[in-house]
């Protein structure tokens, strides 16, 4: 007798324990779900099988080949379309032309299926619908028979009241090959729905055997679980192949060639596959351990099945969950009830997955890390929410409505009932979406929002505090990646708020321990009046509008799409600049490629030359950075830009304060030192810069990447502004762009860095500060070491495993030299 195993399942439920396999050969006691299934046929001297496939079919094939292997005959029919499970066994009309078993191929039973093959027969049925009896039959289709088994009616989604019976359809069946006649070729049909409603309205000899014995649908996650559990408990007839023994009183079942040291707690029964590795001190109580995993000392584990050669270090606690192959496990680690991680997964030191949390293959969990959310399709999973530059991540993956509210809810738990908090956007719809949910999230918690709609970053800034506002927020697409949403906060004072106030939205939003507000506190939204006219008015006070009047000017300016491009022209006009405008209005897309950055700059560059114009300016999406062209069309790039620029203001004002980051190389200091310029020194963040620039009597701020403070305006950056004082500048000294750029040196600095794990950067830092000599070096960002000819930073990077190097020198090559010396020895004190 023949048998058909459906294995075409996608297992859409058991994710992400079935991204690259099919449902069937998800491993069940540390072999395939199919494995467990083809050895019940073959118990059962059902040893001719045909497997129907459909998702990834390959995987099965490669596995089970033509049987041989596992003592029974394989052949295979791949389905182009999903036809049903009816429709699918119509694809083998031409194999079974005697009585034959159909049965699923990820299912856990130990039934007898002889015994139901003998009574299909006695009843000369046409079908046999093996049933069995559940506890709760509401999520399945009961089966009503009558006192001799023959089917008299079938209830899909049954309620309570309706449940007459508590037998359920299994999905195996025994079947004659008159069945065919019911069955259309190659079109979609059900067995439930279809084709057995279809024989009991032709009055067709269909019956229902009562098998007794182990059966369970592994169809989710909490099945998958509750399935090793019941085997485990011994309520399921399976072939292990393993060594069975006693240990306190526990039946533990032990692979070839594992090890279990005598300090070994056992509080329930385990399952250990071939070469574990069990280190002193762990405590293990019912769980499923796959084919080489190593397990550290003081760890415990509980109802937990561990797949194929996964590592878990020391004190780990692990409770209830499924971790798939390869995955390592590092020191500290908890895992709470209900988590799946995937395969190949890297989870550092001391991160903590909260309870149901699944995490999608090949993704990183960094060190301290509090997962409270599913990671699917990121690549990584940060110990915080905030980066350098905010909040990021892919939009409606990484940044969805749902994780928009709950900051949002986590912000106006930290700015209290009552507060006032403005937001803005760029002119993308996702930045819309994502703006709204955190709207939804702040008034939730009975915050005030002013929504100033579509809006560039500096008026946005340049608007906290006139108001009483708590806290902005902007959100926009990434210049650098359309996929990517940042999400920007500023303090009462403009600038980006403090690493004390990120702490406390990122502890409000993991905990999620909100105080909602009350009908009647829910925030109200409104529409600031006055923050363009609050703007423009402090704009002009801080130039001097008379050297544009008295000298006339011509740029270009490309606004990229910006919400720039909405207020500044009206303020060209009032200072009578002649401007030649570029992609002045409104666009979604305002994400560049490199490429499409270049391109846009060579536009940029032939067009300046053209109009004769006295330099070219491109802002980016925000309105805070600019990107300058020389009146010949040259391009001067940011670093000198920066030099170019401070050559300005000293000419202007010696002797006055100056911010810079601590990259600012050898020439910025010569140019300082020239014009008796004081450099306070910052870090490299933004953040950093800005705050800096709020000190007493500073004049001028840059962070050599495009961004320029003029902090008599606002202490933070503004592309808008810097280019009119560029321009006021330059007319002043009645000089051109170019002629400064020619007076200074193209920067020698480079740049290089180095994989360092996160757990590893403190001691590096340490290192370095006791190894390199104290008198040489600079403690604001990282350690600078200050030679007389060179300097080296070393700076951990921020927001990746990484260490960051630059270095300084005459010239290039000698930089290069210095640089690739220092990047060895910083291996060196990685790897110790």
């Not at 029974?72 to 694809?91: M, R």
């Not at 995937?342 to 990183?364: F, L």
């Amino acid at each position: 007798m023949k048998a058909v195993l459906m294995a075409g399942g996608f297992g859409t439920r058991m994710r992400p324990l079935t991204i690259s396999i099919p449902k069937p050969m998800v491993d069940v006691a540390n072999k395939p779900m199919m494995e467990h299934v083809i050895n019940l046929l073959k118990k059962h001297k059902l040893t001719d099988i045909t497997a129907l496939l459909y998702y990834q079919p390959d995987v099965i094939t490669d596995y089970f080949r033509d049987g041989k292997d596992f003592n029974c005959k394989i052949s295979y029919i791949k389905t182009g379309a999903d036809l049903g499970t009816a429709g699918a066994v119509g694809t083998t009309r031409k194999i079974m032309k005697d009585t034959f078993l159909v049965m699923s191929g990820d299912v856990i039973c130990d039934f007898d299926l002889q015994k139901a093959i003998k009574f299909h027969k006695q009843k000369k049925a046409l079908a046999t619908i093996l049933l069995t009896s559940v506890p709760d039959p509401l999520q399945y289709g009961i089966v009503i028979t009558d006192k001799g088994g023959r089917i008299k009616s079938f209830l899909e989604k049954p309620t309570w009241g309706e449940v007459f019976s508590d037998k359920i359809n299994t999905g195996t069946y025994i079947l004659e090959p008159e069945i065919f006649k019911f069955i259309p070729e190659n079109e979609e049909m059900d067995f439930s729905k279809n084709l057995f409603p279809l024989l009991l309205e032709k009055k067709e000899r269909l019956f229902g055997y009562v098998a007794d014995g182990y059966w369970k649908d592994v169809g989710n996650l909490d099945e998958y679980l509750r399935c090793h559990i019941d085997i485990l408990e011994g309520k399921v007839n399976l072939k292990l192949n393993y060594r069975k023994i006693e240990i306190n009183g526990f039946t533990v079942w032990i692979g070839k060639n594992t090890k279990i040291p005598e300090q070994t707690k056992f509080e329930g029964p385990a399952i250990f596959g071939n070469n574990v590795e069990v280190q002193p001190y762990t405590t293990i109580t019912s769980c499923v351990f796959g084919d080489g995993v190593r397990i550290g000392k003081y760890s415990k584990i509980v109802n937990s099945v561990i797949q194929k050669n996964v590592s878990i270090s020391h004190h780990c606690d692990i409770k209830e969950a499924v971790v798939g192959f390869n995955t390592k496990i590092a020191n500290h680690v908890k895992l709470f009830p209900g988590v799946v991680i995937g395969n190949d997964c890297n989870i550092s030191s001391h991160a903590t997955c909260k309870a149901k949390i699944k995490v999608w293959p090949q993704k990183e969990i960094e060190a301290g890390a509090f997962v409270n959310s599913s990671i699917i399709w990121a690549e990584k999973f940060s110990r915080t929410l905030f980066t350098t530059h905010g909040i990021n991540g892919l939009v409606n993956i990484e940044i969805t409505p749902e994780f928009a509210t709950r900051l949002g809810a986590a912000i106006g738990s930290k700015t209290g009932k009552g507060s006032y908090v403005i937001t803005s956007r760029d002119a993308n719809q996702a930045s819309r979406m994502i703006k709204r949910s955190i709207i939804a999230g702040l008034i939730s918690m009975g915050v005030r929002v002013g929504d100033l709609r579509t809006t560039a970053i500096p008026v946005v800034k340049y608007e906290m505090g006139k108001e009483g506002e708590a806290l902005g927020i902007h959100v926009r697409i990434s210049p650098f990646d359309a996929r990517v949403v940042d999400i920007l906060m500023f303090d009462e004072t403009g600038c980006e708020i403090s690493p004390k106030q990120q702490k406390a939205i990122e502890q409000a939003f993991f905990k999620e321990d909100f105080g909602r507000a009350t009908t009647e506190e829910v925030g109200e939204i409104i529409i600031p009046p006055r923050s363009t006219e609050y703007y423009r008015e402090g704009f002009l006070k801080n130039l001097r509008q008379e050297v544009f009047k008295d000298k006339k000017s011509k740029i270009v300016i490309d606004y990229a799409f910006s919400p720039s491009s909405m207020i500044f022209p009206s303020i060209l006009g009032n200072l009578d600049i002649e401007t030649v405008s570029l992609n002045g209005v409104l666009n979604p897309k305002t994400s560049k490629t490199p490429d499409e950055f270049e391109e846009s700059l060579k536009t940029l560059s032939k067009i300046v030359k053209s109009t004769r114009a006295l330099f070219g300016v491109m802002l980016d999406v925000g309105g805070e950075k600019i990107f300058l062209i020389d009146e010949r069309g040259k391009r001067i790039h940011s670093h000198k830009a920066m030099l170019a620029v401070l050559w300005l203001v000293g000419k202007l004002n010696p002797g006055k304060k100056i911010v810079l980051p601590v990259t600012a190389g050898i020439q910025a200091e010569k140019i300082a030192s020239q014009f008796n310029l004081k450099i306070i020194y910052a870090g490299t963040s933004p953040q950093r810069i800005t705050e800096k620039c709020k000190e007493k009597d500073v004049i001028f701020g840059a962070d050599a990447k495009g961004g320029f403070i003029f902090p008599q305006f606002h202490p933070s950056f503004d592309g808008m502004f810097a280019i009119c004082k560029i321009l006021e500048m330059l007319s002043s000294l009645g000089v051109c762009l170019g002629e400064v750029a020619d007076k200074i040196r193209e920067p020698t600095i480079l740049k290089n860095s180095v994989f360092c794990p996160w757990e590893k950067k403190g001691f590096v830092m340490r290192c370095l500060i006791e190894e390199l000599p104290s008198q040489k070096t600079l403690l604001i960002d990282g350690v600078k070491l200050c030679e007389k000819d060179h300097w080296v930073l070393f700076i951990p990077d921020a927001n990746r495993a990484r260490f960051n190097l630059y270095c300084e020198a005459g010239d290039k090559k000698t930089s290069r030299k210095i640089l690739n010396k220092n990047l060895r020895y910083l291996k060196k004190l990685i790897k110790t």
